[in-house]
Each structure stands twice: as C-alpha cells, then as structure tokens.
C-alpha cells in the first residue's frame, strides 16, 4: 500500500464547487489503494483579505504590527478549509478527520511570520490513517514549543507538504495547484513556455528563489534533504505534471532549463559607509541576525575613505530591515540610506552551466537587441542573473526565453 500527501493551493479550494473537486481527487488516490493525507491554504486569497484586514485594524500605528499577532490571524484560513474538505470527504462517505498544525504536533522555531519546521509527532497521523481515515492537515502553520502559532512564510503550504511527506516517508509528494507544471518561465508572462517533464531539485531551488512562486524555496530545500519527490500537477485534469527528483546524468545536457522574473525586489543604496575592515561584516552579520536574506550585493571603494554599498532585499523584508540599517548609520556616525523598488531581476537557471560557456554572453545580447539596460549581474554555479528597470522586466524575459529557444529546447 503506498502513501500519498496531496497539497491544494488556494486556487484549488477557492469555491466550494472546488473543494469537492479536490475532495474528489483524494478519494481517486484511496480507491487506488494508497493512504492519503492532504495538505490544503487557504481559500482563494484569504491569506491577502486577512492581511489587509490586519491593516486597517492597525492603521497609523507606528512600526509593524506584532508578528505573533499576525501568525495567529492569518492561520486561520487554513483552519477554515481543513474543516470544509473533511466535510466534503464526510457527506460523500468517506472518513476523514482534519488536524491544525498543533494538532499534530509540528513545532517550528519562533521565527514569527517565516518559521521553520522543526518536528512533527507522525504517531497521531499515523493511527488515523491505519484506521483507514483520510487525513487533512492545515498547511502554512506550526506551533513554537510554547504552542504559540507560527506561520512559515507565503507559499508554506508546500513547506508543510515536503515535511509530511519526508516525515511520512510518503512515496510522492503531489502539488495541485492551477498550472500544468513547472514551466520554462511563468507561462502567465511568457505565453510560449513548455511545460518541464523534469526537473532536479537545485534548479527548481534557484528557480523559486528567483521568482518561479510556484513552490517554495524552502520546501524544495526540505525535499532535496530527505529525498521526496514531488509532483507539480493542476488541480482541474489528471494529466501528467512535472516531476522534482535528484539530479541525473541525463539532465546535464540541458544548458538552461527555465527563466524567472522576481519584481518584489527593493534595493538599498547606503552611502559614505566607513571602509575599513569589519564595517561590512557588522552590517550583513546584523541583517542576517534579523533574518532578512540579501542579494545583489555591491561594494564602491570612493577614495575618500569611504564606500557605497548597494544590496537587495523582498520588499516584504523592508520593515525588519530599516531599524538595522539606521542603527548602523547611528553607530557609524554619519552615512545615508535610499531604497529603490523601481526593480526586476531576470534570471536562467539550469544545471548545465556547469560545463557550458557563453551563456552569459547570450543573455546580455537578448537584453541588448531589446536595448534593455543591465544594471547589475549576479552569478552562481547554475544561474546567471541580471536587475533591469520594473518596466522592462516581462519584455526582458520573454526576450530571454526566446534567446535560449526554451519553447523547444529538448528534455532529459
Ligand atoms: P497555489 O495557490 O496553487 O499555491 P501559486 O499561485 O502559489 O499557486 O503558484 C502557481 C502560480 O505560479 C502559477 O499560476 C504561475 O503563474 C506561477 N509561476 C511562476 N513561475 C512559474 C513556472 N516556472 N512554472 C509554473 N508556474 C509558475
Ligand atoms: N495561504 C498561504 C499563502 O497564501 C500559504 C500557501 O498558500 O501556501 O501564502
Ligand atoms: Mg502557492
């Protein structure tokens, strides 16, 4: 008997009509004769509703409303749809009991509004299922050891999926949600991208943390640690998706895979900076220590005993940031922070790279044949990328994917 955890994305529970559909493919996957456990979000786009609503209650207040706050609020549109799918299960004759994060004992960090999983207490879900019992489970939340409820960032639900399914031993993690798979780039901005049979778990992880949202760049890093494969499939048909596995030699030959366009980017220029050893280190070790991830990052010697530094950052990310930043302006005794969101950062991805020249060369022909300025170019070992102005970001990856022939490039 195999195991099965399932995950629905807001879209794919956002109605009621739609939640039977999904009851549905939950069902086909018991009659199948696998255990089946669900992982649902919220419906539709609760978690944006919620979050609004949490500002006008906030108002002017100064500063950022209280985290914790801000978890207990917005987990509560997963509670809601946990309960909807074990109803729609129950009217249509199966069993089936849903479970909040602390119901089932997943206990994360206190890291507020981006926490991560530390364990789950299997034995519960495990004694429903042997009972023959669907199991739902809220995605997105966890508790602290304290049982405080944590969320684990937008898009956790896949978190929760990666941890069910590696602590579950589960024999395929499947995540429903409106597209056919992953794709060459989001098919929403690049109309001719092909749908990957395939891809390695360290390309899809650059891929996400460079704007492919489909999935979570944490949890693909949770699924390539314990080795789960995962299934991108679409919540509407039960055609095939795309398939995230470990690297194989097979994929090498494929010089990029897919490209992505991240726009939620803000970039923070701090000026008259004192050179001098340690200055730097203080700066990015405190950012890290209020876990805020940068990127981009550019250092100017000015001849004057002075630098500018430049650095992006998720605009989500702006608020935990400042208070750091003007700290370090005080303890310096001087400098000038700006921040810039007039941004976009296109990216290729694929792990072919590795042994391949000129693609870099290939990507800034394609920016300059659209005459699309590059403003700064970061690299890593699989992924070359590059900040353009917001306005020219989709017209810029679309003009990379068809550099790269990505509509027809071949698949491992
Ligand atoms: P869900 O609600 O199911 O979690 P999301 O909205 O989080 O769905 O993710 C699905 C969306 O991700 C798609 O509708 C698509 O626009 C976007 N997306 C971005 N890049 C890609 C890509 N490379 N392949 C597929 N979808 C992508
Ligand atoms: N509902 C949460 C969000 O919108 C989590 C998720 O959907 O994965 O980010
Ligand atoms: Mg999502």
Redesign the pocket.
């Known amino acids: 008997m195999g195991l099965i955890v399932q995950k629905?994305?807001?879209?794919?529970v956002a109605t009621a009509e739609k939640i039977h559909k999904a009851a549905q493919k939950v069902v086909a996957a018991q009659q199948a004769g696998n255990r089946v456990v669900v992982v649902v979000?919220a419906m539709g786009h609760t978690t944006d509703e919620l979050i609004e609503l949490a500002k006008k209650v906030w108002g002017e207040s100064a500063g950022q409303p209280p985290k914790r706050e801000m978890d207990q609020l917005l987990a509560t549109g997963e509670q809601v749809t946990i309960a909807l799918i074990a109803l729609a299960l129950c009217s249509a004759g199966h069993e089936a009991i849903s479970f909040t994060g602390g119901q089932i004992g997943l206990i994360t960090d206190r890291n507020f509004s981006k926490a991560r999983i530390k364990e789950l207490d299997k034995e519960r879900i495990e004694k429903e299922l042997a009972l023959g019992k669907i199991v739902i489970v809220a995605g997105f939340q966890g508790v602290t050891d304290e049982g405080d409820v944590t969320t684990l960032g937008r898009?956790g639900?896949?978190a929760s999926l990666v941890a069910l399914g590696a602590a579950l031993k589960a024999d395929v993690c499947e995540?429903?949600?409106?597209?056919d798979?992953?794709?060459?780039?989001?098919?929403?901005i690049v109309p001719d991208?092909r749908k990957i049979d395939r891809i390695s778990y360290d390309e899809m992880m650059e891929?996400s943390s460079v704007?492919?949202?489909?999935?979570q760049t944490s949890a693909v890093e949770f699924a390539k640690k314990y080795n789960v494969p995962i299934h991108?499939r679409n919540?509407q048909h039960d055609g095939p998706g795309t398939w995230i596995v470990a690297e194989t030699k097979a994929m090498e030959h494929i010089v990029v895979s897919?490209c992505?366009l991240k726009k939620d980017l803000t970039r923070v220029t701090l000026k008259q900076v004192p050179d001098r050893p340690g200055i730097v280190a203080g700066l990015f070790g405190a950012i890290g220590t209020a876990n805020v991830v940068v990127d981009d990052i550019i250092q100017n010697d000015m001849g004057d005993g002075s630098a500018n530094v430049s650095f992006t950052v998720e605009h989500g990310d702006v608020a935990d940031l400042k208070p750091v930043v003007d700290g370090k302006i005080k303890e310096w005794g001087g400098g000038k922070a700006t921040y810039e969101t007039n941004l976009g950062k296109i990216s290729v991805v694929g792990v072919g790279m590795k042994q391949s020249t000129g693609v870099a060369a290939k990507m800034f022909s394609a920016l300059a044949r659209e005459k699309i300025n590059i403003q700064n170019i970061t690299t890593s070992e699989i992924r070359i990328s590059c900040i353009v102005a917001k306005e020219d970001a989709e017209k810029a990856l679309r003009a990379v994917h068809a550099a790269f022939e990505l509509d027809k490039a071949s698949q491992p």
């Open positions: 629905f994305g807001g879209t794919s979000s898009g639900s896949n995540n429903y949600t409106d597209v798979g992953i794709y060459t780039a989001d098919p929403r991208a891929l704007g492919a949202s489909v999935l991108v919540s897919g992505a």
